[in-house]
């Protein structure tokens, strides 16, 4: 009985939501989140070091999830130089993160060391690296590396 009356409550939530929104958006915001990730290192391409040496992190780095050429999202590098996006796959499709998207450092590279540039910024293409379930959610893992610094900032 009790299994009844949840799926009621489901069905009378989702048919409004259904209404305004496609059937693929609808179910892929039920079943699924997108999470983009990376680290970004202090070197001149954002990179971990080749040379076997302890290559250190970019801590406090701003980060935009860029498609487009506009500014969706937004985040900061955490000490470890880790950052995140959380994303809703009503909004934003897998293949368009994808294909059209890119997670841009824009803190100067100066900030970190002053020896490396101050104008510039390091640029990722995102790819598809699995997806991994959290209780019932299903989080589609989009991993940012291979960074390359552009100095041709607008």
Known sequence: MAFKLILLLCVLIAVPVAQ??????????????????????CTPNGNIGINGTSTPVFANAGV????GGNVVSTTTTNGAGVFSFLLDPLNMALNTLT??????????LASCNASLPSVGELVSNL????????GLLKIFNIGASDFQFNANVK
Do not use: E
């Open 127 to 134: 790819q598809f690296v699995g997806s991994t379930f959290s």
């Open 64 to 67: 935009q999830l860029q498609c």
């Open 20 to 41: 305004a929104q496609p059937l693929g958006g609808l179910l892929g915001n039920l079943l699924g989140l997108l999470r983009i990730q990376g680290i970004v290192y």
């Open 99 to 108: 294909n059209k998207c890119t997670a841009v450092v824009n803190t100067p």
